[in-house]
């Protein structure tokens, strides 16, 4: 399989904690993105990361990308109720754009 | 904002019989994808499509898959004789580009086999 693992598989966690969600790929990237699933619903772009990026920031959310360790994380500051839903890392492989996704990591905050 | 749209948002069909599920890709996007999510497992990429012809698809989408976009606005999605396997969330995508570039999602068809 070209995407590795995300874990944690399943997070609990507070209203107002932060969220840490990682994930890992097995082969070299153009760019990574996370993308959201709520229950029953599509998915939605979060935030794209280019291969030459370490860091970038969009709001309330914070993603890295270590290329050496084919690694990348998702960090949710301050978190919301409305942040619990599915939370997806995804590489475009070939030249055709089709997306490969990780298996996701659920986050449950409570209020 | 533009959005993706998905119809029927739930289709219940029989084994054996064909099924046409249908997207309106946002309008000036001109790569435009179908995946699927099994219940519980994560999201498998079936087919993408530009300038109106198939340009890669997976293992998954065999001879009993067609893609079409019959018209500007239609993508659609064509299964010829349902398997109770097939039974899962469809999704359609559509992006302005190919690389660096996010895809935008529709809500997704639930296909159920019966």
């Known amino acids: 399989s070209q995407q590795g693992e995300e874990d944690p598989q399943a997070l609990s966690i507070q209203e107002g904690e932060n969220a840490t969600m990682n994930c890992s790929y097995k082969?070299?990237?153009?760019?990574l993105q996370w993308y959201r699933q709520n229950s029953g619903r599509g998915l939605v772009h979060l935030i794209l990361i280019r291969s030459n990026e370490r860091e970038k920031h969009s709001g309330r959310l914070r993603v890295t990308l270590d290329t050496s360790k084919k690694s990348s994380s998702l960090l949710i500051t301050a978190s919301r109720a409305a942040d619990t839903a599915s939370y997806f890392c995804?590489?475009?492989?070939?030249?055709?754009?089709?997306?490969?996704f990780g298996q996701g990591t659920t986050l449950q905050v409570k209020p | 904002e533009p959005e993706v749209t998905q119809t029927p948002s739930h289709q219940v069909t029989q084994m054996g019989q064909e099924v046409i599920l249908r997207c309106v890709p946002i309008?000036?996007?001109?790569?435009f994808y179908w995946y699927r999510q099994i219940l519980g497992q994560k999201v498998e990429f079936l087919v993408s499509f530009y300038n109106n012809e198939i340009s890669e698809k997976s293992e998954i989408f065999d001879d009993q898959f067609s893609v079409e976009r019959p018209d500007g606005s239609n993508f659609t999605l064509k299964i010829r004789s349902t398997k109770l396997e097939d039974s899962a969330m469809y999704f359609c995508?559509?992006?302005?580009?190919?690389?660096?570039?996010?895809?935008?999602f529709g809500d997704g068809t639930r296909l159920s086999i019966l």
């Open positions: 082969t070299s990237i153009n760019n």
């Open positions: 309008s000036n996007h001109l790569y």
């Open positions: 995804a590489s475009i492989y070939g030249n055709t754009g089709k997306l490969i």
């Open positions: 995508a559509s992006s302005p580009g190919r690389a660096n570039q996010p895809q935008h």
